[in-house]
């Protein structure tokens, strides 16, 4: 028999297993100690909002009876090793989860990736770090699992797709994620997991007849008219099938030169762009959780969600935060020598000292008028320069210029920067001569606005620590609304965030999924 229950607990009571068991049993009626019935949490989300932080849960109880698996969606995989193949272009969410449902579809895939496999890809992610070199092929950003591989591995999306996102889901604890996934408000996995993850993503498609290409860069299409018939790799490698899925990655600054150059439509983009903010993650929690210095052992590390409507020059622009990663640090996400990003991420545990967030500022194309004539590629030419100049504040180095937050506001050079977790270290620079000034002014009137909305946020000690400026693609790859293929040219798929149509690791999944099924739909079968 199956119970069910909407209960709200303490942390000790909902994170301590033994106690949680103890405290449904005895909402049901039952002896605490009872062996005859086995509670589990269906959902969970932290209410911060009263003096005492609660945890909401919706719970099963089940008395005499062995749980169910959580799992509803088993995918059957065939073998499709003698099919007829797709081109996948980039290894990320989007283009793994396209190849997945392709196999499942009874399509082979050909998956071609620029990077190395996720565990050689370690070996470059330490050069950047200790050495500050930047291998344009193999980085944060480029490599198997793409970007997302070394995030903080969030899975939560504004999609209103609820279906695809338990699709997802179900498909990631099936490959090896915790079932902890299926359960949390805001499920992440962390970076320390993702890897063994994808490994087993690529197996899957490896084990059902799929090709998996690393170090296989796309330099060329092979277009016949306006049909795309495949690539052309690095080596002069012709590879054909029924049709083309471009999941390259927002930061495939090349791929989007080469669909330019070709003459393949595409939009410039507005995006974001700000700083990377670091606190203390004890000081972000006694504001969250309003419990002095100490969130106690049951609370996971506290988030926060922060936006600013601000007008500088008679516009009107937000500022918002932007992947917060508690208890997480942060990465230098360069994509090409000459330039300077970070990014963040966090371990499963989120146990680090700091939290961290991108804070940035959108970005329309009515701010940028001196990039027009750049065309489509006036966003990402001028995200290019920012990157530049701050390699330049930094050093020419990895190091990143910083600030701490409240001089950054009054325009001071900081006289000394705070311990940090980007590894390459820090350079000392006043903030607001690397960003172009309707972004510095903006971000300045939204920390202090940051301030009031949480106590204690607006403080020197924390710092910026620059430059996020790959929040999102600065260019989309148009496509139709409803065949996902492109306006002009056929046979080809503009996939993920690379094209401008998802945001993060589940979104880039089901767009990934959805891809396949219209060209395998319109094309194969």
Known sequence: MKQ???????????????VFQEVVRKKAGLPANSNEAIARQVKRSIDAR??????????????????????DHQPEYKNVSSEDPIIIVGAGPAGLFAALRAIELGVKPILIERGKDVRARRRDLAAINKEHIVNPDSNYCFGEGGAGTYSDGKLY?????????????EILVAHGATEEILVDAHPHIGTNKLPKLVEDLRESILQFGGEVLFETRVE?????GNVMKGVVTQTGEKLTG?????????????????????????????????????????????????????????LPASAYSLVHQTEFKKKQRGV???????????????????????????????????????????V????????????????????????????????????????????FVNKKVSSSLLDTSYQPGLK?????????????????????AFGQKMKGYYTNDSQLIGLESRTSSPVRIPRDRESFEHVQIKRLYPCGEGAGYAGGIVSAAMDGERCAERLIAAYVK
């Open 4 to 18: 069910e229950f909407t209960l709200q607990l303490s942390p000790e009571e909902a994170y301590d297993p033994v």
């Open 50 to 71: 009263g003096r005492n932080v609660k945890v909401n849960i919706q719970a099963e109880l089940f008395i005499k009876e062995t749980p169910p698996a959580l799992l």
């Open 157 to 169: 999306t504004r999609s209103k797709k609820r279906g695809d996102i338990r699709r997802i889901m």
């Open 220 to 224: 060329d299409f092979i277009l016949d």
């Open 242 to 298: 029924r049709g083309v899925i471009l999941a390259t990655g927002h930061s495939a600054r090349d791929i989007f030169h080469l669909l330019h150059n070709k003459k393949i439509t595409v939009e410039a983009k507005p995006f974001a762009l700000g700083v990377r903010i670091e606190h203390s993650q004890n000081l972000i929690d006694s504001i969250q959780y309003n419990c002095g210095l100490d969130r106690g052992p049951y």
């Open 320 to 362: 918002f935060s932007f992947c917060m990663c508690p208890g997480g640090f942060i990465v230098p996400a360069a994509t090409a020598p000459g330039e300077l990003v970070v990014n963040g991420m966090s371990p499963s545990r989120r146990d680090g000292k700091f939290a961290n967030s991108g804070i940035v500022a959108s």
């Open 364 to 407: 329309e194309l009515e701010d940028l008028p001196e990039y027009q004539k750049f065309g489509p590629l006036a966003a990402m030419e001028f995200q290019a320069d920012v990157e530049r100049k701050a390699w330049v504040a930094g050093g020419k180095t990895q190091v990143a210029p910083a600030q701490r937050m409240i001089d």
């Open 428 to 448: 000392s620079v006043e903030m607001s001569e690397v960003l172009p000034d309707f972004i510095s002014e903006r971000l300045a009137m939204a920390f202090k």
